[in-house]
């Protein structure tokens, strides 16, 4: 997804709409999102080939790169839809792995007082307890399937 040159000139056009418009209220956020994007861009092959369990967050964030102009309302979802992938390529690959920007993302859930664990909310429920679980699964897929074709070795 974060592949093709399209998206990344949407991440681009998106990155100076966040840089350049005067958000009041979201400006702290727009700025976080500006940030994760620039970390999406830069990894953009590991965040294609690791990032696509979630598939709300992710078409969310469709919609966002596909708008002429980004709105004050878009900049707090958008940092949900970056947050949840970041959560889920760091799962993926370890906390080793995460740069500033990553870490301080992860930091800003895990100690921030705009989500908790049983907040009931969509974002909290999918960081949480659906990415996790998502990879736990996956894993748990990958190694049945890896059972399933060492029984049709020769012995």
Request: aromatic share 10%; net charge negative.
């Amino acid at each position: 997804m974060f592949s093709s040159a399209a998206t990344r000139t949407k991440i681009h056009s998106l990155m100076q709409q966040l840089r350049s418009y005067p958000f009041l209220h979201q400006k702290e956020n727009a700025e976080r999102c500006v940030r994760l994007l620039e970390t999406i861009d830069e990894q953009y092959a590991i965040y294609s080939q690791l990032c696509h369990s979630q598939s709300h967050f992710i078409h969310h964030f469709q919609d966002i790169l596909h708008k002429h102009r980004i709105e004050e309302d878009d900049i707090f979802c958008l940092l949900e839809d970056l947050l949840i992938l970041v959560r889920e390529k760091t799962l993926r690959t370890g906390i080793p792995q995460a740069n500033k920007a990553e870490l301080a993302a992860l930091t800003l859930v895990f100690d921030g007082k705009d989500w908790s664990k049983d907040d009931g909310t969509l974002f909290s429920e999918t960081f949480f307890y659906k990415v996790p679980l998502s990879l736990i699964h996956a894993i748990s897929d990958e190694l049945h399937g890896n059972q399933q074709d060492a029984q049709y070795l020769p012995q």
